[in-house]
């Protein structure tokens, strides 16, 4: 069978060379901010104090740990409404969740920490004897803010969502469900042996979008008083600019790096796939 040819395009070209300049030129200035140091020339000092510099092992840790808490609380409230919308069928009930969970989009993130504050200031005042008072302490403490995976759950509801509703689209989640309790499954064994393994690459997708909204969270925890990791890094510019550049060039990395374990998961079934058409 004849190959089919496709004549020459370089528009393709200069449109990814324009792409890519656009975004590894900042890239590239920002590492060479770094690395060149007026009076001492190209060093990497700026990399070698990362770790040692004050506070910036806690903030990384403080975030990591708000994202996860993050991510599972948000498919903990997203998943089992998505798959029961989904399974009853109701083209009702799917529109008010869609709503819902698209909400967050419109609602600045000035307005929700103006919510909050309110809402922690007003316990305090009104209620000081009772247990709701330490509940608004326990969840502000600094070390670990939950109040801030309240807003961030919020924050995330919409990527949450859609990466979820992207993937039930392609699975026919009636179908397996049914044919699961036709084989004797019970519901729990019918979710999480046939139901979620299809949803993988949607809840990694959804995970990954939820932890590095978080990892680049800025406007919420500044306004609230706490200092994850993006607070962290502006405060840090204003001592040691080029520390503050190099930490923002790893929170990339950081970054790219979950995107690259994420993808790799999302594509691990594919040998497992063959396997089995090599089998039969």
């Known amino acids: 069978m004849a190959r089919l040819t496709h004549p020459p395009r370089p528009w393709r070209g200069a449109v990814l060379l324009v792409a890519g300049a656009y975004f590894l030129v900042p890239l590239l200035a920002s590492f060479v901010f770094t690395v060149d140091v007026p009076g001492t020339g190209l060093t990497l000092s700026s990399y070698t104090q990362i770790f040692a510099a004050d506070g910036f092992t806690a903030a990384l840790l403080r975030s990591l740990g708000l994202g996860l808490c993050t991510v599972a609380l948000a498919l903990v409230l997203t998943l089992p409404a998505a798959l029961a919308v989904r399974l009853s069928g109701s083209g009702r009930l799917r529109a008010v969740l869609e709503v819902v969970c698209t909400l967050p989009l419109v609602v600045p993130p000035v307005a929700l920490v103006a919510g909050l504050g309110t ?35 919020v924050m995330a509801l919409p990527f949450v969502y859609r990466s ?84 923002s060039l790893l929170s990339l990395l950081l970054t790219w790096g979950l995107l690259l374990v994420v993808t790799g998961l999302a594509r691990s079934r594919g040998p497992v796939k063959s396997r089995k058409k090599e089998a039969v």
């Open 119 to 153: 809402v922690l200031k007003w316990g305090p005042d009104q209620l000081a004897t009772t247990p709701l008072y330490e509940t608004f302490v326990a969840i502000q403490k600094p070390s670990f803010p939950l109040i801030l995976v309240f807003a961030y759950v």
């Open 164 to 247: 979820l509703e992207a993937g039930l689209r392609a699975v026919d989640v009636r179908t397996l469900v049914e044919a699961a309790r036709d084989l004797g499954a019970s519901w729990p064994r019918a979710l999480f042996a046939v139901v979620l393994p299809n949803l993988r690459t949607a809840l990694l997708n959804a995970s990954f979008l939820a932890l590095a909204l978080v990892l680049g969270e800025f406007t919420v925890a500044s306004l609230l008083g706490f200092q994850p990791f993006a607070v962290w890094i502006v405060q840090a510019s204003g001592s040691n600019a080029q520390l503050s550049v190099a930490v």
